[in-house]
C-alpha cells in the first residue's frame, strides 16, 4: 500500500496591530544605537522600509528584510521550533 502524504497544520499568530517580530527588531535597532541611515548602509534595507515598521502602516514585513536589518545590528534572527 502506498504511502499517502499529509499537510501538516502549522500554527498560526494573530495578531491585531503589527508583526510581533518588529517589536524584536525594534529592540535590536534600539540596542545598537545606531541611526536608521546606518542600518541602511549595513543592511540594504531601505530608510522607509524601516520607518514603515516603526512609525508607518507595515503590519507583516517579509523575514529576509527583518533578518537583513536584525544582522546589521549584530544580532541573529532565528526561528525555532518548539
Not at 545606531?34 to 520607518?51: F, Q, R
Request: charged share 25%; proline share 2%; with cysteine.
Amino acid at each position: 500500500m502506498a504511502k499517502r502524504s499529509v499537510l501538516k497544520l502549522y500554527k498560526s499568530y494573530m495578531f491585531r496591530q503589527k508583526d510581533p517580530a518588529i517589536d524584536l527588531v525594534r529592540t535590536a535597532v534600539a540596542d545598537s544605537e545606531m541611526s536608521h541611515t546606518e542600518i541602511h548602509n549595513k543592511s540594504g534595507v531601505s530608510i522607509g522600509a524601516i520607518n514603515g515598521w516603526f512609525y508607518g502602516e507595515t503590519k507583516r514585513p517579509q523575514h529576509c528584510t527583518l533578518e537583513a536589518v536584525a544582522r546589521a545590528c549584530g544580532k541573529k534572527f532565528v526561528l525555532q521550533d518548539k
